[in-house]
């Protein structure tokens, strides 16, 4: 009976474990969902025909937070081998240096007292089909310390890696548009951004003619730094170009000033720019005001301070420069840096009941202030009243996405249009992004040499612009919601390093010694029972 029963469990186990062999089960049980892969980015795998050869660039001696980063980056590319073909490499240190990447120097305190330095390379190179794509895993956020950095470069792992493997397979180049016409920025002005881009999408330039349609075909249309007012049939083309479906970029200043007055004379007079697209932008639920916000929290620029001709240049807050806050929420600005502007302007959400979702992406700090126009802006002027910046987190860029409904929804066409369609009163789902100054997007140069977007060369620093104009184009023309999965976020379970090294021996103690004694006390206790349950 005994044998039977033993030959029933074993063919038992043998029924389970034999389909096991051919199958994986896996159940995330943490409260993040950290290991559960999303749907769009298991979509993108599942389509993959090919292998993928994955090269892990972050190798030799790691301290614990690198270390955290290298495994969670290989448990995501296992996790990715579950639903294709995953060729996971570790390469020798001089295949790493032919890749010319920049390393990150990691400045340590030993025990002694002593500083060390050790080179890691935080990167990722992924190669499907003959195509090679580096994928940097570390985000440095200059406002965060460490730790924090390395919690947001795991929570961006997921979306870094399919973003970079939906690049390899990507067979049709989506195309964006830069509009011209109108005094925008030109291609000089928005070179590094334009370079930047230009990694995701085809990019033309070009005015808009009288053509309803002609911008149809591409995924998003940048307007950024208009100076001139936009005519009736600029504006019924763009809004028909939303009705259809279109995504929009606006990078728009609320005020006209002189930067080469400013820089030759100290000073320039600052007038409303009125652009002609007031009754466009309150249609769409934003109203762009035209005045100057300041901010104590802002970019710090030489002034010669020196008195009897004697130059003396000091670092004074130049607060109609903000650098400015960013959402933590949307997946466009989370665990971006602050974005330097310059003469930046306020927005306002209007139509509440326009069924409209309206997202802030950037903002002011908590002591703003807002300065009404016409007026002028002086250098000289570097006195702070601190009692005067009493506003709070002013609007300076807002996502909107719905259906929008047509500014000529009850009004004729202008003349001069040419359209073989009907015009369209309610767009379909889609969304835009509303700057309140362009600022953001000019880059500097350095002897010939473009600048990257939201460098400060005074201070040395660069700052958000770059990510922030980049996923904002990304957010717009995403249609698989991989985008999204920038929004994931994991809790930061930080050690108190005080009280650990404070109390280490009696962790030690408590962490080695105290299981030994409870096995000791159990050894002991069953050791009574058997004496006593056997003993005559």
């Not at 002593?114 to 406002?143: D, E, K």
């Not at 961006?156 to 390899?168: K, T």
């Not at 473009?450 to 958000?464: E, I, M, S």
């Not at 612009?465 to 985008?483: K, M, Q, T």
Request: with cysteine.
């Amino acid at each position: 009976m005994r044998i039977r029963s033993l030959m029933m469990v074993l063919i038992l186990l043998l029924a389970v474990n034999i389909p096991l062999q051919w199958s994986t089960l896996r159940w995330d049980l943490t409260q993040d969902q950290r290991y559960t892969l999303s749907a769009p980015t298991r979509q993108l795998i599942q389509s993959l025909d090919q292998p993928l050869t994955a090269e892990v660039l972050l190798t030799g001696k790691l301290n614990s937070g690198f270390s955290r980063l290298r495994k969670a980056s290989i448990e995501m590319l296992e996790e990715l081998g579950h639903d294709c073909k995953v060729n996971i490499v570790y390469p020798d240190p001089e295949k790493i240096d032919s890749y010319r990447l920049t390393p990150t120097l990691i400045h340590e305190r030993s025990q002694n007292g002593q500083t060390i330095q050790t080179q890691v390379y935080p990167y990722l190179r992924l190669s499907y089909a003959g195509r090679h794509r580096i994928v940097s895993l570390l985000q440095n956020n200059r406002g965060k310390s460490g730790e924090e950095n390395l919690n947001s470069s795991i929570e961006n792992l997921e979306y870094a890696i399919a973003e970079a493997i939906g690049s390899l397979t990507q067979e049709k180049v989506e195309k964006i548009a830069f509009l011209e016409g109108h005094g925008e920025w030109n291609e000089h002005d928005v070179w590094d951004m334009s370079q930047q881009l230009a990694h995701y999408f085809q990019i033309d330039r070009g005015e808009l003619g009288n053509e309803v349609g002609i911008l149809d075909h591409y995924k998003v249309v940048i307007i950024a730094g208009p100076q001139r007012p936009f005519s009736d049939r600029d504006k019924y083309i763009l809004d028909q170009y939303l009705m259809q479906g279109g995504r929009l970029l606006w990078l728009v200043d609320g005020v006209r000033f002189s930067s080469e007055m400013l820089s030759d004379e100290g000073k320039t007079p600052v007038i409303p720019l009125d652009l002609n697209l007031t009754d466009l932008w309150f249609r769409y639920g934003v109203r762009l005001n035209p005045v100057l916000i300041q901010d104590l929290q802002c970019l710090r620029i030489p002034v010669d301070m020196g008195q009897n001709g004697q130059e003396n240049y000091q670092p004074i807050p130049w607060t109609y420069a903000p650098l400015l806050l960013t959402s933590q929420v949307s997946p466009i600005t989370r665990n971006v840096m602050q974005v330097r502007s310059e003469m930046m302007s306020a927005l306002d959400m209007v139509g509440g009941e326009d069924g409209l979702s309206k997202e802030i992406l950037l903002a002011t700090s908590s002591a703003s202030r807002i300065t009404g126009t016409p007026g002028e802006v002086d250098l000289s002027d570097i006195h702070i009243q601190q009692d005067e910046y009493h506003y709070q987190f002013l609007p300076a860029a807002m996502l909107v996405e719905g259906s929008f409904t047509s500014l000529y929804a009850h009004l004729m066409a202008p003349q001069g249009i040419v359209s073989s369609q009907p015009a369209l009163r309610q767009s379909k789902e889609t969304r835009q992004i509303f700057v309140a100054g362009s600022s953001i997007a000019r880059n500097d140069w350095s002897q010939g040499h473009a600048l990257p977007v939201g460098y400060d060369r005074y201070t040395q620093t660069q700052f958000g612009n770059r990510d922030f104009l980049i996923h904002a184009v990304l957010y717009l023309s995403d249609e698989s919601g991989l985008i999204a999965l920038r929004a994931k976020s994991f809790p930061l379970r930080l050690i108190n390093d005080q009280r650990s090294h404070q109390y280490r021996l009696s962790i030690q103690i408590i962490s080695i010694a105290l299981p030994l004694i409870l096995l000791a006390m159990i050894g002991l206790i069953q050791w009574g029972i058997r004496k006593k349950k056997y003993t005559l």
